[in-house]
């Protein structure tokens, strides 16, 4: 029913020229008419036996760019990080990774993933699964460099930690004994110890309440900035992507819908389906609001439910005082 849409690329005459310019002569990552098909799980009568996560994707990631990829829960954005990442192979198409094509399989591939594993780190959503609750910080942190061969971790190490507002105190501790936003500073601190070009945050932020998914944010900015990273910034809430990234490609039932500069997007989404993902979410502006004034902050920003009752929950978030036009 759905007609494959075209991708509507645009141009350089609305802004994103700096990036486009620079990433020119040698991009970070090139998507060339990726597929993914799965064998679909619990095959009931009646239903389709495969899923096609990702038909056909192409596109360019320029170096140093901030590259957002949104799309609803299901589009296909972890499944296309996985693959970007070579934890998984596409069942057509081709991935390169500065210049080295990962999708082949030849002589070459372990040097190429042994590079890959150097050059590209990843950071995921939920740090209690993605951290060994029985390794201490210290030894979660040098994983990866040891993995990357390097022999003297430990200076490396503490300095990951500094660079993620971390004390030497976390370096003997569990990851049990840190708060959320606490094991996701020590997540990045893994991914950045190897000094990697690359940075996939997926969903780096969604599981963290909203003042500390800001300072998060905040962080992963700062970091890519200072580092010269290339970020590839996955999330299904616009607000954020907003926030960080300069470009930004939509995904939709494994297609790309549309890719391009932030502002352009935001301004004008060309694509029914991309209106309907940016009128969805409550700006993440809005929900740090409405915290502020759940904790008391802002002396008269408006009454706002209970001001110092729970203090977790999104559940006030982008509802108080404030007249916006979505309902519901
Ligand atoms: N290993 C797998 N086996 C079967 N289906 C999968 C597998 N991984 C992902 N899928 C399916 O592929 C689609 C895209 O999933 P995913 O990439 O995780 O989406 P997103 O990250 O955007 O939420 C979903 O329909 C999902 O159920
Ligand atoms: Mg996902």
Known sequence: MTAP???????????????????????????????????????GAGSA????????????????????????????????????AALDRPSAGRIEVQGVD??????????????????????????????????????IVAEPLQAAGRRDVAPAVREALQQVGLDEAA???????????????????RAIAPHPSILIADEAVSALDVTVRAQILDLIDDLARRQALTLIFVSHDLS?????CDTVAVLRAGRLVEVGSTSDIY????????????????????SLAAARVRAGWAGRAGRAGSVDGGSTGHDAAGKPGEHSSDDE
């Open 5 to 43: 849409r075209a991708v509507v690329a645009r141009g350089g005459d609305a802004g994103g020229g700096a990036a486009e310019a620079a990433g020119a002569a040698s991009p970070a990552v090139v998507v060339t008419d990726v597929s993914r098909r799965f064998v679909r799980r619990g095959i």
């Open 49 to 84: 036996r495969f899923v096609d996560a990702l038909s056909d994707v192409s596109l360019v990631i320029p170096r140093g760019s901030r590259f957002g990829v949104v799309g609803e829960s299901g589009s296909g954005k972890t499944t296309l990080m996985r693959l970007i």
């Open 267 to 286: 301004a004008h989404p060309r694509e029914q389906y991309t209106r309907e993902l940016l009128a969805a979410v409550p700006t993440l502006e809005r």
């Open 240 to 244: 954020v992507v907003r926030r960080v």
């Open 102 to 139: 990962i999708t082949a399989r030849t002589k070459k591939t372990e040097k190429s993933l042994r590079f890959l594993r150097r050059t590209l780190q990843v950071v995921f959503q939920d740090p209690m699964s993605s951290l060994d609750p029985r390794m201490r910080v210290g030894a």
């Open 171 to 189: 370096l003997r501790r569990y990851p049990h004994q840190f708060s959320g936003g606490q094991r996701q500073r020590i997540s990045i601190a």
